[in-house]
């Protein structure tokens, strides 16, 4: 699992945990995941590198584990895993299953492997009507996929009730200032997010910018270039001055709670075709949002955020200024948004045990 498969897979190691008979063991592929996994999960789980795929790495991986149940994640789906473990006839569930419009176009090209593949597991529970629809349609039977929501969302609440937001301000030393944020930023729309923030200070605003790129090796080449562009102090987060004006991030997963301090976010991988980042991250602080056109991987939430105000499309450093200073300017701005957009993600919650039932009482009827 990356950062993000571990986010979704964390609530649903928490529901096991209250279940006497069972210990989980969690896997990762990439340092930055196995390192969020510590973070969320303390040495309440064990943790593992994921094995190589290859058929006689699978066999020693699970001669050694010997699991009761094998659960993937959203879109991790590995070829000789799957076949290793329908050999020794141990179920495999796939969680949070997702298959993004962009996924599934590929994917279609490749029906009989994907269809093949897909029908090793016993349940696939997927986060959304069109993931479930996109699911069937690639040819999985249809008794076999359910819908119970997406489990970052448990993620998300319980990690907001965690974070401390007025020590959090205290360090970063906000008390009084009005802070914009962009996070999850890829190559290209820095350039945007520091031509909007130049414009506002242009105009005289007094504000900060936090800006999280999405690969944090960037920082540093950030910081130098945010600073010949702006004329600002900038500093990295790991190295921050009490009297900076633009921060950059250079920090694996602090982006969650950084939300909880600002006035206004941008969602980054959306001004260029990524499909969008984790648009419910600052939704569930009810922070004003904005992104670009394309939040692909995020259609049906960036949607109902549009729908309720509590996010808005921006497609230049003009438009996402104008947005910015709107809310700048506009006290009770942010106090209309702040209760819906929260409301809307805390009704989409329970997909982690919901999950969890499914996989338990499929257990126990073997």
Not at 237 to 245: A, V, Y
Not at 247 to 262: A, C, M, R, S
Not at 324 to 351: C, D, H, T
Request: hydrophobic share 45%; aromatic share 8%.
């Amino acid at each position: 699992m990356s950062v993000g498969e571990v986010q979704a897979a964390f609530p649903m190691v928490k529901a096991m945990g209250n279940a006497a008979s069972c210990s989980a063991l969690l896997s990762t592929i990439t340092p930055t995941g196995r390192c969020m996994a510590r973070k969320l999960l303390g040495d309440s789980v064990r943790l593992i590198y994921y094995p190589w795929d290859a058929p006689w790495v699978v066999k020693r991986a699970l001669d050694r584990i010997s699991p009761r149940a094998y659960i993937a994640v959203e879109t991790e789906v590995w070829p000789n895993l799957l076949y290793g473990l329908k050999k020794r006839n141990i179920p495999a569930f796939l969680a949070n299953a997702r298959f993004s419009e962009r996924s599934f176009r590929k994917a279609l090209k490749h029906r009989k492997l994907w269809c093949s593949l897909l029908e090793n597991f016993r349940k696939i529970m997927a986060r959304t009507e069109a993931d479930s629809k996109r699911f069937i349609e690639i040819g999985v039977r249809p008794d076999k996929v359910v819908v119970t929501g997406d489990c970052k969302i448990d993620a998300l609440l319980a990690r907001r009730q965690a974070v401390d937001v007025e020590g959090l301000k205290k360090k970063l030393n906000l008390e009084g200032s009005k802070v914009l944020l962009a996070g999850s930023t890829h190559e290209g729309e820095e350039d945007v997010v520091l031509d909007a923030f130049s414009r506002l200070t242009y105009k005289g605003h007094k504000v900060r910018l936090i800006l999280v790129p999405r690969h944090p090796q960037r920082a540093k080449k950030l910081a130098s270039e945010a600073a010949s562009k702006t004329g600002k102090r900038v500093a990295l987060l790991s190295q921050m001055q009490r009297d900076w004006e633009i921060i950059i991030v250079d920090q694996v997963g602090v982006l969650f709670e950084l939300y909880g301090v600002v006035d206004a976010a941008f969602i980054g991988g959306s001004l260029v075709p990524k499909g969008g980042q984790n648009i419910l991250e600052p939704a569930s602080w009810g922070v004003p949002i904005q992104h670009g056109p394309f939040m692909d991987d995020f259609y049906e939430a960036s949607r109902e955020l549009i729908r309720l105000s509590s996010a808005r499309v921006v497609r230049t450093a003009e438009e996402l200024a104008s947005e910015w200073e709107e809310i700048l300017n506009e006290k009770s701005f942010g106090e209309v948004m702040r209760p819906q957009a929260r409301a809307y993600v805390e009704n989409l919650g329970g997909a982690a045990l919901r999950n969890w039932e499914i996989i338990n009482e499929s257990m126990i009827q073997e």
